[in-house]
Nanobody, 118 residues
Framework: QVQLVESGGGLVQAGGSLRLSCAASGNIFSRYAMGWYRQAPGKQRELVAV???????NYADSVKGRFTISRDSAKNTVYLQMNSLKPEDTAVYYCNADKKSPVRVIYWGQGTQVTVSS
């Protein structure tokens, strides 16, 4: 069982920055892709950024150039640095751990609220 605990959310003005953290209960990065998802009110949860076990990163088009996903294996922590925030970035942000083989296993954190005011 993997536990994921997010932190770092809050209220920020448009144009500001926040850094989200996701602490994992163990050294899982060599086996799991780690992702950040978000869900705004009335909308489906969407992928924001992912870092694979090999270190490859991918981003949603809406955040490219503004958000950066990274990880610190020594701290078992994944980060999402969010710059140039926009009101449309307002959502609950969730950390995700995803292992595809030999059996698909997915874990979610409890989520952290990010609110961007205009």
């Amino acid at each position: 069982q993997v536990q994921l605990v997010e932190s770092g959310g809050g209220l920020v003005q448009a144009g500001g920055s926040l850094r989200l953290s996701c602490a994992a209960s163990g050294n899982i990065f060599s086996r799991y892709a780690m992702g950040w998802y978000r869900q705004a009110p009335g909308k489906q949860r969407e992928l924001v950024a992912v870092i694979t076990s090999g270190g490859t990163t991918n981003y949603a088009d809406s955040v490219k150039g503004r958000f950066t996903i990274s990880r610190d294996s020594a701290k078992n922590t994944v980060y999402l640095q969010m710059n140039s925030l926009k009101p449309e970035d307002t959502a609950v942000y969730y950390c995700n751990a995803d292992k595809k083989s030999p059996v698909r296993v997915i874990y979610w954190g409890q989520g952290t609220q990010v609110t961007v005011s205009s």
